[in-house]
Each structure stands twice: as structure tokens, then as C-alpha cells.
């Protein structure tokens, strides 16, 4: 069975920019949690979404937004890119929306110049 | 003070060594604890879940945690070069089933030498 999918894998953009990366989660999996790792640090939790509404948001700006589609899949958008959101975004799926076990895919790694 | 705290490493040890990983926490309501495995430019991999204290063992991969004195450990015995990845350990709280926002240390970075 397929694992989590992310896409684009590398995308490298300017600052002030507007970014979208997408995850497609396990089949049969109906959460999807989204994450920021940093170089050398562990990976901060931005947002959880469960059927399709949102059940988390961590400490982000509201340059930051989600959406999960019917098929379950994933977006996250990124507005107005800084310098420090360069970073290697994780997506995580889970077959419900609490108490379950997270399977991460690979990451997108953004560089914002 | 950070709510999870993992030294960073480079820890680095001979093929066959028996390694212990470790991270402490403030938050006395973390009631699930992971263990990850993060090869360079990979997502993270679960390798251990554990629920509230206690040892659990699995293969060379054993985790503990005493959540007297916030602290957990994985131990990995035989180590071999293919161990050599970042380990990150995770925590979560009872969210009541709201959401199962993960709270992550820093990772320790670690080599097995052949």
C-alpha cells in the first residue's frame, strides 16, 4: 500500500511569495496533521484536519492556512513567504481524527531566498 | 524552557554498541510517547508508542518511561550502521478526542560506526 504522498518534493521561492504544497494521505486514512520542521530542530505541529474540519491549530500566523478535501487530501498554504519559513514541511495522516498513530510522508523542503 | 528537551547530539558509537537515547519533559499531562527515526532528508518513521510508564520492547528497540521523574529512553541494542538517523521522541496529551497534536524534541543525531 501507498504511504503518505507530498508534492512538489523541493520548491524554492522568493520572499513575499505565495506557496501551496499538497498531501495525499494513507487510503482509508481520514486525518491529515501538518507540520514544520526547521534545520536541527524537531518538527512544530501547524495544523490537524479531521473530516474535512479543523481540530488543531499550533502557533502560527494566519499567513498560514489549511483545507482537506473530500478525498481526504490535503493542502497548505503559505502567504507573503519569510526568510524563516524555510523549512522541510511534514504531513502526517492517522485513520481517525484523535488517540491514533501518525505516518509521516517525506516532506516538501521550501527554500524561501 | 522548552516543553520536551533532547540533547542533540552527535552521538556517535562503535557496530554492536548497546545505545541510549533520552529526552525529559515539563508537562506532567503527556500520557503518549513515540520514538522516531529520521534519515537524512526523510519524513520521520514510529519505531516505538508507548502509553503512560512502563518498558516495551521490540526486537533490538526497547522504550521506557518514568513519568515520576518525566524522562523516557530508547535503547537500541546491537547497533548497526543502518541505525545511523536522527531519533526524535514525541509526546501527546489525552485531547479528549479534539486532535493528536504531537509535541516533538529536537532529535539526537546518531552514527554507528562499522
Known amino acids: 500500500d501507498a504511504g503518505v504522498t507530498q508534492s512538489p518534493t523541493h520548491l524554492i521561492k522568493t520572499r513575499g511569495q505565495h506557496v501551496t504544497l499538497r498531501c495525499s494521505p494513507i487510503?482509508?486514512?481520514?486525518?491529515v496533521s501538518w507540520y514544520q520542521q526547521v534545520l536541527g530542530q524537531g518538527p512544530q505541529f501547524i495544523f490537524q484536519?479531521?473530516?474535512?474540519?479543523?481540530?488543531g491549530r499550533g502557533n502560527f500566523p494566519d499567513r498560514f492556512s489549511a483545507r482537506q478535501f473530500p478525498n481526504y487530501s490535503s493542502e497548505l498554504n503559505v502567504n507573503a513567504l519569510l526568510l524563516g519559513d524555510s523549512a522541510l514541511y511534514l504531513c502526517?495522516?492517522?485513520?481517525?481524527?484523535?488517540?491514533?498513530?501518525?505516518?509521516f510522508g517525506p516532506g516538501t523542503r521550501l527554500t524561501v531566498l | 524552557q522548552k516543553e520536551v528537551e533532547q540533547d542533540p547530539g552527535p552521538l556517535s558509537v562503535p557496530e554492536g554498541a548497546i545505545v541510549s537515547l533520552n529526552c525529559t519533559y515539563s508537562?506532567?499531562?503527556?500520557?503518549?510517547f513515540m520514538w522516531y527515526r529520521q534519515y537524512s532528508r526523510k519524513g520521520p518513521e514510529l519505531l516505538m508508542y508507548?502509553?503512560?510508564?512502563g518498558n516495551k520492547e521490540d526486537g533490538r528497540f526497547t522504550a521506557q518511561v518514568d513519568k515520576s521523574s518525566k524522562y523516557i529512553s530508547l535503547f537500541i541494542r546491537d547497533s548497526q550502521p543502518s541505525d545511523s538517523a536522527t531519533y526524535l521522541c514525541?509526546?501527546?496529551?489525552?485531547?479528549?478526542?479534539?486532535?493528536?497534536?504531537?509535541?516533538f524534541g529536537t532529535g539526537t543525531l546518531l552514527a554507528v560506526q562499522p
Open positions: 508537562n506532567s499531562a503527556f500520557q503518549y
Open positions: 514525541a509526546m501527546r496529551v489525552n485531547y479528549g478526542g479534539a486532535t493528536n497534536k504531537l509535541i
Open positions: 487510503s482509508g486514512h481520514k486525518s
Open positions: 502526517a495522516s492517522s485513520l481517525l481524527g484523535a488517540g491514533d498513530t501518525q505516518y
Open positions: 484536519y479531521y473530516e474535512k474540519e479543523e481540530r
Open positions: 508507548t502509553y503512560s510508564s
